[in-house]
């Protein structure tokens, strides 16, 4: 049994919905299997059977508590981790049924919020055509939705289902879309997009649940390594964050995170040879005309002195964690001989010129590290005490964001650079829409909000989906 239950807590924390899934990578992990305890493989039926007649409910709900925290703990402390953790805050009543809520009621709501927040939101775009054009210019939004709704479809192959989908008399062909799009400058994407989720901001500021004021994290993200020749776009395909072989677009984005719903403010392209500085400044430019900043959470990767001090100068508070050079690595290896978890020290950062950026940095002993020296520590960086640091743990919001924009992205070959930022600003508009039409249905069934989704993305996508005259 113990066995078995380590077993269902890996297929947990990977989401398989199937012991196939389970199966297959146990296969090719033997030293793994050791590791469960596991004398023999299990075959399906013996996992099927186990989980839905031996475990109780209560031990199942107790792998799903277990997995989940799992995940968690692994997000927190930066490690890569299979799928998004969903995180289950605390219930306010004494019995856990009460927030419960009816399937068909939450459905029914979401159908209605979901048909007004898109005749709300989609409007905000628009594509440079004429008066006279037959195609109606809805039906490439409708289009754009529609290859959003199933991964790693493409503009060719889902305007040719979307033919036989809609009920339209007309919609547009796969090439004819990505050429309309193609005619967008990114600086036109961008402020359509801007427009669009102010337009979304208005309608769950209307709802007391939301907080138009708080914490934003700022992180890049990539698309898939770039295999093909990059001549000529050098500037735009650029190399991955780790700094492998491997090159890749990157896009940058700031995103409300925290107690607030976690919609993506704003999105940009990042090229080759612009500062993280431009970057961070950038974004906060955007956010700041829609929502109150207060406080902002970034990657490592933006542990620049001069990121540090804008942030200050803009009377922001910052956490940042720190890149660990030679005398962060001295500091860990003291504390760790004289076993202390965490120590604080304030730090002058020279900008040049004789000025200087003053910060506290911030040792904490990460919790069940495989490493026995400095590394159990990370080293944080920020300008308003250690208060804050427990708000760094917020930025998994972000990171488990991009799974989930990554999967209503549409399928391209293309080297076409603003066509790649469409597809991915447009992913993280479905992804906004989602999540701001669930905080509207909790805050009109419960008047409560809690960061659990009540309705799934795939839901969210259906309704659109019917939005968008199909179905």
Request: glycine share 6%; net charge negative.
């Amino acid at each position: 049994m113990d066995s078995l239950f380590r077993v269902f807590i890996l297929k947990e924390c990977h989401g398989w919905e199937h012991e196939t899934a389970l199966i297959e990578y146990l296969e090719c992990r033997p030293a793994l299997c050791e590791q469960l305890g596991l004398e023999s493989l299990p075959n399906q039926s013996t996992l099927w059977r186990s989980w839905h007649e031996r475990f109780t409910a209560e031990l199942r709900g107790t792998v799903e508590t277990a997995a989940r925290t799992i995940l968690i703990k692994a997000q927190n402390a930066d490690v890569a981790v299979p799928r998004e953790p969903e995180r289950h805050l605390p219930s306010h009543g004494d019995e856990e049924d009460e927030s419960d809520l009816d399937e068909q009621a939450v459905l029914d709501e979401a159908a209605t919020v979901t048909e007004h927040v898109s005749h709300v939101v989609f409007p905000a775009f628009s594509l440079n055509r004429g008066d006279s054009c037959e195609i109606h210019e809805n039906a490439y939004w409708d289009l754009q939705t529609y290859l959003g709704l199933r991964e790693r479809l493409a503009a060719n192959e889902g305007a040719r289902s979307f033919t036989y989908e809609s009920t339209r008399e007309r919609t547009p062909l796969g090439h004819s879309h990505r050429e309309h799009i193609r005619d967008l400058s990114i600086a036109e994407i961008r402020e359509m997009y801007r427009q669009a989720v102010n337009r979304l901001l208005s309608e769950v500021a209307e709802t007391e649940e939301f907080f138009r004021a708080g914490i934003v994290a700022i992180d890049i993200t990539e698309a898939d390594p770039f295999t093909g020749d990059r001549t000529g776009h050098e500037d735009e395909i650029i190399g991955t964050k780790e700094k492998t072989d491997e090159y890749a677009y990157q896009w940058a984005t700031v995103q409300l995170v925290g107690n607030a719903v976690p919609i993506v403010l704003d999105a940009r392209p990042v090229r080759k040879g612009e500062s993280r500085l431009e970057i961070v400044e950038d974004l906060l430019d955007s956010a700041e005309e829609l929502v109150h900043v207060d406080n902002v959470l970034m990657d490592r990767e933006f542990d620049s002195q001069q990121v540090l001090e804008m942030l200050s100068q803009r009377g922001l508070s910052y956490v940042v964690p720190k890149r660990m050079q030679t005398s962060e690595k001295a500091q860990a290896k003291r504390l760790l001989q004289r076993d202390r978890d965490r120590y604080e020290t304030d730090r002058k950062l020279h900008l040049g010129k004789n000025e200087w950026h003053e910060t506290t940095l911030i040792y904490r002993r990460k919790e069940n590290t495989e490493h026995d020296d400095h590394r159990q520590y990370s080293v944080f960086m920020t300008n308003r005490g250690s208060g804050h640091l427990t708000e760094y743990g917020y930025r998994w919001e972000i990171e488990s964001g991009y799974r989930s924009i990554k999967r209503f992205m549409a399928a391209t070959t293309s080297k076409d650079f603003g066509l790649r930022f469409f597809y991915f600003a447009f992913a993280c508009l479905l992804y906004s829409i989602w999540r701001a039409v669930d905080l509207l249905v909790q805050a009109e069934l419960t008047g409560e909000y809690e960061h659990s989704p009540v309705i799934t993305a795939d839901n969210t996508l259906t309704l659109l989906k019917k939005e968008t005259g199909i179905g």
